[in-house]
């Protein structure tokens, strides 16, 4: 809201009036398989429920390199704030036996009764490279841009590298109202294995070779270069490396259930517990997906402490897990 408020063009817009007859995308609404419609707000309870994981366990804990498991631990945890829920005391913490210890680079120890790991099945990767320039040369009410060859099929880049460009053939051009906020932008979208190679390149070599592309697109030698370049760098994150799973032809989605099951140890059930996207057979590479896969895996642990804990134990729930 700060930067709109700076925005000249967007305060004369709103004085006037105009703002309001710019047309905004519609909203978008879930639907459960139980019929009923999801609440709005569920994005942003998503959001929300991340954040506050973040701020009990910190956001800087390390890579993990190892996990432990069906073995007993028992140094407490480092906590950098203990979630108002769980109020066990430093001295119970440290008589704790735990049957897993998962150990990051930085040499930190995170000790588990369970721990519901990501794991990846076969992991795509896509990428978009975010070209901004100081005026639009494309017309002012498109939003998307699409590069159709008519007389040439792109040979595969895995036997000529230079193909690659021929492969990015779809651009986005952010809203009206956008557009006031963030300037001139046009996003181009690179599949899989384009996506691979372009993060790869260098800003000047992309900028040069998207702006020779256009030229020839548009028919016009004055196509300017953009004046800043972002590409996404999924694949070489090393915490991320790729965009979502994907199932190879062939594979059948029950290796997404194999892969949601849990590995069992000989004194503690339900030690490693998978979730994220890939888990998730009818819902993979979606942030839904991933949202339901952590409540699948909490309920799993859920059913797992009704069975076990005796109803006239005074340890309540909250403080096992
Ligand atoms: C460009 C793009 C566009 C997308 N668009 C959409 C969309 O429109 N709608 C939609 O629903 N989905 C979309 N997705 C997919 C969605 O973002 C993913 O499916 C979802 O984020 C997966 O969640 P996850 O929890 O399974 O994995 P992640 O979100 O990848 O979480 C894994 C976490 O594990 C951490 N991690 C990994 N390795 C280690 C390690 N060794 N040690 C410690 N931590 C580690 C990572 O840092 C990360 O925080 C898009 C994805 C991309 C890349």
């Known amino acids: 809201m700060g930067r709109q408020k700076k925005n000249p ?17 519609g909203k978008e609404t879930f639907y459960s398989n139980k019929g009923h419609k999801l609440d709005a707000n569920f994005a942003r309870c998503a959001y929300e429920a991340g954040e506050e994981i973040i ?23 480092p906590h950098n704030e203990p979630l108002p829920t769980h109020t066990e005391s430093a001295s119970q913490e440290k008589a704790r036996q735990y049957p897993v210890c998962v150990i ?9 009764d369970h721990v519901i790991v990501i794991d990846k099945l076969c992991f795509g990767n896509i990428a978009k490279i975010f070209l901004e320039y100081e005026e ?15 007389d040439d099929t792109p040979a595969s880049v895995s036997t000529n590298k ?9 651009f986005s051009v952010p809203r009206p109202k956008e557009r ?3 300037g001139h932008i046009l996003i181009g979208w690179c599949p899989a294995d384009i996506a691979d190679l372009v993060e790869t390149m260098t800003d000047g ?50 290796v997404m259930d194999t892969l949601a099951q849990p590995l069992v140890g000989s004194r503690h059930p339900d030690q490693i517990l998978f979730a994220g996207e890939a888990t998730m057979k009818t819902l993979y590479g979606t942030v839904q997906g991933a949202l ?23 340890t309540s729930l909250d403080k096992q897990v």
């Not at 230079?162 to 779809?170: D, E, G, I, N, P």
């Not at 592309?213 to 800043?228: A, D, W």
């Not at 339901?292 to 005074?314: F, I, N, W």
């Open 9 to 25: 063009v967007y305060c004369l817009l709103k004085k006037s009036g105009h703002l309001n007859q710019i047309p905004e995308m």
């Open 55 to 77: 701020r009990y366990r910190g956001s800087n804990t390390g890579r993990i390199s190892k996990i432990k498991w069906d073995g007993s631990f028992s140094v407490a945890p």
């Open 104 to 112: 990051c680079e930085n040499g930190e120890e995170i000790l588990a």
């Open 136 to 150: 639009a040369f494309w017309e002012n009410d498109v939003g998307s841009i699409s590069l159709i060859y008519e």
């Open 162 to 170: 230079m193909q690659w460009l021929k492969y990015v053939q779809s």
């Open 180 to 182: 006031l906020m963030f």
């Open 205 to 254: 070599e992309l900028s040069t070779a998207i702006t020779d592309h256009l030229k020839m697109f548009f028919g016009r030698s004055n196509i300017p270069q953009p004046k800043s370049i972002l590409c996404t760098k999924w694949r070489s994150n090393k915490f991320i490396k790729g965009s979502y799973a994907f199932l190879p032809v062939g594979v059948d989605g029950q």
């Open 292 to 314: 339901l896969s952590g409540h699948r895996e909490a309920d799993r642990l859920a059913a797992h402490y009704k069975k076990t804990v005796a109803p006239t134990s005074t």
